[in-house]
């Protein structure tokens, strides 16, 4: 390794040490606020473990991390933290998982790949490497937690999607029987599992803070990118405010979810053979050219038409 390298190299470590000194004195004198607090408190009564939300979090090690932090979140774009908000949500909120969390996990990911990548690099192509090796990581460091989230999220959306029509269909049940409307919530609450049987569980004791049942089942549908769920939430929101029978709603949401489902069993079927194409033509034809063909081509090559 050239000198001019180790020059880069230890140019920018104390560039990137700067900033991350700079960022730290800014973010390492916040205080939590009492509306801080409150929301960690509330998130916690949806957590399934007691204890393992926002404040059960251990005090040592939170330097470093909220260091990393305050450089993830001056290097990501605006407008990134309300996305993140929203994957949460979609998630479920996973417990001791805040916005900063995630910010912290951009700036440790991006810290150890921007090292791999400078040294890499460096070692690699000289100083246009170690160049190369900075950007990568630092794109790469900060990309790959938000993509955990946003698998984590669409795996969610996917169960409630799957769940929703056998909910209906028992909510539907329940009602028609007689009993009202939360009674039904409750009793598929506590009867189904999952993270639809959450969304309903949270509604219902958003509900019994105070909270208006229509407020409530308007923000179960925000928590939701599931199409069905928020049409769902929509037809049960304009049942209570023109006076519509529950029951017929409800019947009719079952039907249409029913066919919904069918309708979209069907669809991931036809996508089958496409969808194995790039196994069949990867995989299997050069196994059967090679059973089918490499023995002929053996026996033209003994023959001597072709030099060997």
Known sequence: MSGSTILLIGGLAAIFMGLAAAVGLLTVGHRVTPVERGIATIGQAYSPVPGTGEGARP??????????????????????SSWIERQLDYAGNPPGWPVGRINEMQGLCGLVLVVLGVLIGAVADGLLG??????????????????????????????????LPDALDLLTLCVEAGQGFDGALTLVSTRMTGPLAREIARALTEMQMGMRRVDAIRGMGARTSVSELRSFCTAV???????????????EQAEEMRLKRRQHADEQARK????????????????IFL????????????SGLFPQ
């Open 272 to 287: 089958v053979p496409v969808k194995l194409v790039v196994p069949l033509v990867l995989l299997l034809l050069p196994a």
């Open 237 to 251: 929101i304009q049942a209570a405010d023109l006076g519509i029978p529950i029951a017929n709603v409800l019947r």
């Open 130 to 163: 170690a160049a190369v090796g900075l950007v990568f990581g630092t794109v790469i460091g900060l990309v790959v937690p938000l993509i955990v989230i946003y698998d984590l999220a669409q795996r969610r959306q996917d169960r409630i999607r799957r769940e």
């Open 291 to 302: 059973v089918v063909i490499g023995p002929a081509v053996l026996q033209i090559m003994r």
């Open 59 to 80: 005090a040592g090690g939170g330097q470093i991390s909220g260091v990393a932090g305050g450089v993830a979140r001056v290097l990501t774009p605006r407008g990134t």
